[in-house]
């Protein structure tokens, strides 16, 4: 597994520990309306420990493929360039449509809540399916 291919797993595993432990600080245990909870900080919380979650699983399993074979563990090629365009465009794609679904709860003046929600929405499904694309690309190729 190339450099690339760990870094996109590691994306993969941060996104999906994040969700869940936001969600879980969302709804879990509420006995007010989750209109009313302290969304911000959970949602700050949870976006920092997604990231550093991903951080250190991507530079552990450096290590760990570094001490396998110290040459290839870095190793980069034209596919990887292609394939980190190809993902970056469907996270692209998909970040401009949680833009316009922002924007789109702005007009109809929707609680503040909800523009957050969606947009924290669009983070992680544009993480995820950007991922999810990165990975098949390496298993499966671009053609």
């Known amino acids: 597994m190339v450099y690339h291919e760990r870094v996109a797993w590691s994306s993969l595993i941060g996104?999906?520990?994040?969700?869940?432990?936001?969600?879980?600080?969302?709804?879990?245990f509420?006995?007010?309306?989750i209109e009313q909870s302290d969304w911000?900080?959970?949602?700050?919380w949870a976006l920092g420990f997604g990231i550093?979650?991903?951080?250190?699983?991507?530079?552990?399993?450096?290590?760990?493929?570094?001490?396998?074979?110290?040459?290839?563990a870095s190793a980069s090629d034209i596919r990887d360039r292609d394939i980190s365009r190809m993902s970056g465009r469907v996270e692209h794609a998909l970040l401009v449509l949680a833009g316009v679904a922002v924007?789109?709860?702005?007009?109809?003046?929707?609680?503040?809540?909800?523009?957050?929600q969606t947009m924290f929405a669009g983070f992680v499904v544009s993480s995820f399916i950007g991922g999810i694309a990165r990975v098949i690309a390496y298993r499966r190729g671009l053609a």
């Open 15 to 28: 996104t999906t520990v994040s969700t869940g432990l936001y969600l879980f600080l969302l709804i879990g």
């Open 30 to 33: 509420r006995a007010t309306p």
């Open 40 to 44: 911000l900080w959970a949602m700050l």
């Open 52 to 72: 550093g979650l991903s951080i250190v699983l991507s530079i552990t399993w450096s290590i760990i493929a570094g001490r396998r074979d110290p040459a290839a």
């Open 103 to 116: 924007l789109s709860l702005c007009a109809f003046r929707v609680d503040v809540f909800w523009v957050a």
